[in-house]
Each structure stands twice: as C-alpha cells, then as structure tokens.
C-alpha cells in the first residue's frame, strides 16, 4: 500500500510538471519537453527513495527554480529573435512570477513552518488564486492565439 501511495505521488508530480512545462516556448517544448519530463521522473523517484517526501518536495523546489530560469532564458531567445512581442513576454513574466510563487509558498509552508488548520486554509486559497491567474493569463492567450490562426 505505502509503495502505490509513493507511485501515485510521482506520478502526480510528473503530470503537474509536465502541465508546468506550458511555460516554455513551443519549439523547445516540442524538442525538448518528453526528455525534461522522463529526467523529473527519474529524480522524483531517486528524492522519494533518498529523503522521502522532504526529498521529494526539496527536488521539486529545484526543478520549479531550474523550469523557471529555463522558460526565462527560451522567451528572451524568442524575443531577441524577434518571435515575441513586448506585451507577450510581459504576460509571460506575470504567469512565472504568480505560478512559481504560489508553488513555492505552498511547499515552503508545508515543509518548514507547519500551522493550524485555518491558516493552512488562508494559504490554500492564496495558492489557488495565484495558480489561477496563472492559468487564466494563459487561457485567455490561447484562445487569442486560436481566434487569429482561424482568421
């Protein structure tokens, strides 16, 4: 039973990783992205054997830092090859800043500082809101993007 719940933990962290990878560039996604995801994988695997779900959520700040400066570093390249607009790269900056800080907060909270139950509550909602900003900036994106590629 303990080894399902560690292997649903993984693979949860892998899909929500792989959901996080929507951060980057298309081109380096689709070069990339199946790669990047079997490498989270296997790390996720070696921190839960190592140090167990301290490993597991100390790796995925890693990851979360190392994603961030990834998807970062493929968006300037786009905009110095001229393939990003301004106002895209700011919205793209808005998701990273409110998507990361939300994670961050919540794994930070949870590992560090445990607390009551209400303020865990608090913090949950904080979280959801700061992921679904995320989420809502890239949506609200994506149906542009659509609407002007059927024009």
Known sequence: MRRQTAEKIVTISHRLYLLLLVT???EFRR???LEMGQVFRDRCHEARQQGGSVGLALWWVRALSDLAGTAVATHVYAFEQG?????RALRLIA???F???GILLLFYTMVKRPM???NAGILLCVVIACLSVALGL???AA???NGRAQK
């Open 143 to 145: 149906f542009r993007e």
């Open 116 to 118: 009551p139950h209400w």
């Open 138 to 140: 890239t949506w609200v």
């Open 99 to 101: 998507g990361c800080g």
């Open 24 to 26: 980057c560039q298309p």
């Open 31 to 33: 070069r990339y992205g």
């Open 95 to 97: 998701q990273g800043v």
């Open 83 to 87: 393939e990003v607009e301004m106002k």
